[in-house]
């Protein structure tokens, strides 16, 4: 009722593809309704007449170009090394080398080829802003399986605390992180695990992604607490420091 009575305050009328329709100053708009013809201004409800209110914001919208910028990752080539042998289509490549084997498959927005110079490189098939995010993601990703399956990766950690240490017995990691049981890890397959002066703990293997969530998995039983640094923290990792609370004054 409050939408009909403020289209008879003298508002205008729009013809759009043949059609009439009324708008207000509130946003509104009022077209016919099952082909019954519109009078303007529109007369109360009351007068068996049935609206239809629509936002002005869903009768139409403006198109606006976005401008995608090239990821410098993604630009970038990728070296493939001698020991590495590639089966390769343009979504789909699987890098046999002498740690192991990976694949990978790409979106439609990325492709991946083999230049003449015996580089890969990853380009864009549309120019989007997720095929922009994506192009860079998956330079990085194909890096990570040429340089896993010919090189490898490792992660470090250090145990930091009283009494803690770790060691391998046979596929199993063992800590004693202050519980009153010790910490048994089984190593995943295609990961290895080695132990340095009691609590240096390396983990190696040809697959980043999982070098990297076995790690955060043993950091997890004992992460660094702020006060006194104690816990599992990976080597490269600053811890940040808080203050202990001050006792009372006498």
Sequence with gaps: MR??????????????????????????????VHGVPLPFPPPPLTQGIRLRVIPAGRVGFVRTTVECKESRIGKKPIEVPSNVTLTLEEQFIKAKGPLGELSLNYPGEVKVVKE??????????VETKRANQMHGLFRTLTDNIIVGVSKGFDKKLQLVGVGYR??????????????SHPVRMAVPEGLKVKVEENTRIIVSGYDKSEIGQFAAS?????????????????????????????????
């Design 218 to 250: 043993i950091k997890k039983w004992r992460p660094p607490e702020p006060y006194k640094g104690k816990g599992i923290r990976y080597a490269d990792e600053i811890v940040r420091r808080k203050e202990g609370k001050a006792g009372k004054k006498k």
């Design 166 to 179: 770790a060691a391998v017995e046979g596929k199993d990691l063992v800590m004693n992180l202050g519980f």
């Design 116 to 125: 003449e110079s015996g580089k890969l490189r990853v380009s864009k098939t």
């Design 3 to 32: 939408g009909a009575n403020a289209a008879q305050q003298g508002d205008t009328l729009r013809v759009t593809g043949g059609s009439v329709s009324s708008s207000s100053s509130c946003g509104c708009v009022y077209e016919r």
